[in-house]
């Protein structure tokens, strides 16, 4: 739908969209001077700081492997952009944010920055992480940059399986590290009869409230 196209998202009130622009132009300023001063400790300060305020809201996207992140990704932006395959992908940490121009920036170690030029993306930040079971063992990537620094945590777990037990040791940290906000979404519901959506959509509020959040939704 070509009307779908030309929505805007409207996740901030004209006066915060006023003072997030303001804070975007002030760090961009206190950049450029830092850069003239080759300071470069505050470069590479700045140049975080200002990633981080690419957008309003930061989502992280986790859950186990082969749940079907990268799917719920691909649909919330609109197009195929985190491959949805049987392995896992080769760049385990993909940061989605806005950009006028197609380009991908290397981060680190299997970590990228992606610059799509989708409208949802000019108020979302969107990050695709690698599977719980990574992320509880090796990937202090995710702990120490993104899930501190999240406005949301979207936990994606099997319609069909949603027992997995690194999903829920990985939100049990969550909610004791750094208390995130966070929704749950049962994917590849078509998988699961009627029965076993409703029973395992019981269990997800269960396992959640069990780790502290009182209201799953």
């Known amino acids: 739908d070509p009307r779908l196209q030309t929505m805007q998202p409207d996740i901030l009130s004209p006066e915060l969209k006023t003072q997030f ?3 975007r132009i002030l760090l961009q300023r206190a950049l450029w001077l830092v850069e003239k001063c080759a300071d470069v400790e505050g470069t590479q300060i700045l140049r975080a700081r200002l990633a981080n305020v690419q957008s309003a809201a930061l ?3 986790v859950g186990e492997v082969k749940a079907g992140k990268s799917s719920f990704l691909n649909a919330l932006v609109g197009e195929e952009v985190c491959r949805a395959a049987p392995e896992p992908c080769t760049v385990q940490i993909q940061e989605l944010v806005y950009g006028p121009e197609r380009s991908v920036v290397a ?3 299997q970590w990228e920055r992606r ?4 409208e949802v993306l ?3 930040s969107l990050v695709d992480t690698p599977g719980t079971n990574s992320i509880l063992h090796d990937h202090q990537t995710i702990t120490e940059n993104y899930i501190p620094q ?3 945590v979207v936990f994606v777990v099997s319609a069909t399986n949603p027992h997995t037990a690194t999903a ?3 939100l049990t940290l969550i909610r004791k590290e750094w208390h995130r906000k966070m929704v749950f979404v049962l994917q590849q ?3 699961a009869s009627a029965r076993e959506l409703t029973t395992n959509r019981a269990h997800v509020e269960q396992y959640a409230r069990e780790r502290g959040v009182k209201n799953p939704t």
């Open 115 to 118: 610059y799509l030029p989708k």
């Open 189 to 191: 519901a078509d998988r």
């Open 21 to 23: 622009e303001a804070l």
């Open 168 to 170: 829920w040791e990985l």
């Open 150 to 152: 999240s406005d949301l």
């Open 107 to 109: 981060l680190g170690n």
């Open 122 to 124: 000019r108020e979302l």
């Open 59 to 61: 989502l992280v996207i």
